[in-house]
């Protein structure tokens, strides 16, 4: 672990905080962002102790990977629930699409409630 250096600002002291190189590599897409902005905005001593050990993109990256995959499992297993198929999009594509907002919207709110906002 690297030492961590200072710099004055007024009468405080402010850490040089750099971004490990296997840190700035990581891109986080849109579930990653949403539990990196909560982290921030509601959770500040873990993000800020994640930030200052250098894994908070790596955190976030964990994430938005569990939160892609739970996401997909929810959207198939409600489409097979509830009947909409293939076929359906070929016989009623507004109401296929329709029924598929429903589907994605309730899918992303359960994820959001069991994964990024925790």
């Known amino acids: 672990m690297s030492k961590i250096t200072y710099r004055q600002v007024g009468d405080y002291l402010i850490p ?10 990581v ?3 849109k579930w990653g962002m ?6 921030e905005n509601h959770k500040k001593v873990l993000f ?7 894994k908070l993109y790596q955190h976030c990256a964990e994430i938005e990977n569990q939160a892609r995959d739970m996401f997909d ?7 097979k629930a ?12 507004w109401e296929w699409i329709q029924r598929m907002g429903n589907i994605q919207q309730r899918a992303r709110e359960i994820v959001c409630a ?3 906002y925790v």
Request: aromatic fraction near 2%; proline fraction near 4%.
């Open 16 to 25: 040089n905080l750099i971004i490990p190189p296997e840190e700035a590599n």
């Open 27 to 29: 891109k986080l897409g």
């Open 34 to 39: 949403l539990h990196k902005t909560y982290l």
């Open 48 to 54: 800020s102790t994640l930030l200052m050990q250098g």
């Open 73 to 79: 499992a929810i959207v198939e297993q409600m489409k």
């Open 82 to 93: 509830e009947g909409v198929t293939e076929e359906l999009k070929e016989q009623d594509q």
């Open 114 to 116: 069991e994964l990024i």
